[in-house]
């Protein structure tokens, strides 16, 4: 805990009358303060900067510089360091008060008293440390806002156990560890050896036995945690924050040292960053609960086929909860492949009904025997009839496995690339998107060639903020420029090398090659 700082106070005491200094530090001495001396200016300015100064006794009238210009001096290097003055020669009012002015705290001249000196430095030193402590809370007050805020906007459980580290670690200028317990059940501590550093994570398991709901604090010995290089001779602070009894408590860990009484900044620090868990984890198990949903909307299973492969990559959004409206279908039907891949205008539970109701509608017009335009025709008629206010993009094609003949019809899809022997091109059928009334063209039909890879997307495997439709096309067309022989491997290239690593939108891959 925080120290009684002021009876441990250090005081310079400048004066070259070498009979007053005694006096002077024989009295504060009595006193209890640890009394170091100057005779004149430049050894005082010297000292002050050297040795851990908390007050300065100083005379006015000094052989080298005037006891105003040393103050001033002392103020402009160290402000929170406070300077009595001292005199023993008649003043008047004008001294005391250019003293003042020139940044003395008090003005004491002959004949001084002990008690009265004493008395005055004991005041002095009060309310300096209490602004010095109200100064420091300030400052951790603003640190623990700033990191509230970071805690509550990080986007995974890891960012946030990070920005959790190194907040403590610079509101407390020291090393810091924060544990807390995943959605799975992990135990993991973010730690951070000292300001300013990278906070990191490494698992660590704690024994919860008898930890209450709310906050405690409580003092104990390092080795116990042992995450950080803590500061040696020292013990460390544990703050508990425990918001339910079916959750794990959540642990901030710091130097002893770094405390003031009552702990308020640390407390209150391991309650703001509980809550933000607490979120994390709704939002995990929401966001869980909705890929399971959309992930029952698609296929179980990819079919196996004669003289194909195929290999699909989904990946959901990981900043939202919601569920999305890109879709893919995959079945064989009267010898033929339907392939599709779409995307509904965005994010939320209607999104993927709507979902849902176009890939039915894709598959029912293809049990009746329509080729792709047709499907697509149909479905629009579907939506502008049913679902007036929706927009979709869809790219649909029919497969003859054993000759390799396509049918293909879009519907403002993105182009689907093929890749062969090292040449790429996109293959492009433009057409109105779904949901607009316009007249369509005709089925695209080609021969896709032994050994060709075809690669079907939507936009969030190469759509960027800080880039053009363009720009993700070419950087598509340069990664599918080599395909790899297990097609799996090949579409988790793709995702690795153009996907964010916070995927912001749904990304549906499929890719299809003819031996």
């Not at 809370?137 to 805020?149: M, Q, S």
């Not at 049913?386 to 029919?398: G, K, M, Q, W, Y």
């Amino acid at each position: 805990m925080e120290p009684d700082v002021e009876a441990q106070s250090t005081v310079l005491v400048v004066d070259d009358s070498r009979t007053k200094r005694y006096l002077l530090v024989s009295w504060l001495t009595r006193a209890g303060f640890r009394v170091l001396e100057a005779e004149n200016g430049a050894e005082a300015l010297a000292r002050v900067d050297i040795d851990p100064v908390d007050l300065v006794v100083l005379d006015v009238r000094l052989p080298d510089l005037s006891g105003y210009e040393v103050c001033e001096r002392i103020k402009e290097a160290h402000p929170a360091m406070p300077v009595i003055h001292v005199s023993a020669h008649a003043v008047d009012v004008a001294d005391r008060a250019q003293g003042l002015t020139r940044g003395a705290d008090a003005y004491l001249a002959e004949p001084i008293e002990p008690e009265e000196l004493v008395a005055t430095a004991h005041a002095v030193l009060r309310y300096y440390q209490a602004r010095q402590r109200a100064e420091l809370l300030a400052e951790r007050l603003l640190g623990l806002a700033d990191t509230t805020v970071a805690v509550h906007t990080a986007p995974n459980f890891t960012r946030l156990l990070q920005e959790a580290a190194a907040g403590a670690a610079q509101i407390f200028k020291s090393p810091a560890a924060v544990v807390a317990e995943t959605f799975d059940g992990d135990c993991l501590a973010g730690i951070a050896a000292g300001p300013g550093s990278e906070a990191t994570i490494v698992p660590w398991v704690v024994d919860d036995t008898g930890v209450p709901i709310g906050a405690t604090v409580r003092v104990t010995d390092p080795a116990e945690w042992g995450l950080v290089d803590w500061p040696a001779d020292d013990t460390v602070t544990v703050a508990a924050a425990r918001l339910r009894t079916d959750r794990a408590p959540l642990y901030v860990v710091v130097p002893t040292s770094t405390q003031t009484a009552r702990t308020p900044v640390l407390v209150q620090l391991a309650q703001a960053v509980a809550a933000a868990v607490e979120a994390q984890r709704s939002f995990d198990e929401e966001h869980r609960i909705a890929v399971t949903l959309q992930r029952s909307l698609l296929p179980r299973r990819i079919p196996e086929i004669n003289g194909l492969d195929l290999a699909v990559r989904y990946e959901p959004a990981s900043a939202q909860t919601e569920v999305g409206g890109d879709f893919y279908e995959l079945v064989m039907l009267d010898g033929h492949l339907l392939l599709a891949i779409g995307d509904v205008a965005g994010h939320s539970l209607h999104a993927a009904t709507v979902m849902a109701e176009l890939r039915h509608a894709v598959r029912a017009y293809a049990v009746e025997g329509h080729q792709p335009g047709a499907i697509l025709h149909r479905v629009n008629e579907l939506m502008r009839t049913l679902l007036p206010n929706e927009l979709a993009t869809i790219c649909v094609l029919l497969l003859h496995p054993p000759t390799g003949r396509i049918r293909l019809a879009s519907a403002g899809h993105l182009p689907p690339l093929l890749s062969l022997e090292g040449k790429v091109e996109f293959v492009q059928h433009s057409a109105p998107l779904l949901g607009v009334r316009a007249e369509r063209p005709e089925d695209l039909e080609f021969v896709l060639p032994a050994g060709a890879t075809l690669v079907f997307y939507t936009d969030g495997l190469i759509e960027r903020r800080d880039a053009t439709i363009d720009d993700g096309l070419s950087a598509l067309a340069a990664v599918a420029t080599q395909v790899d022989d297990d097609l799996d491997r090949f579409c988790e290239r793709l995702l690795v090398e153009l996907a964010p690593p916070e995927i912001h939108d749904d990304v549906a891959v499929v890719a299809l090659r003819r031996r």
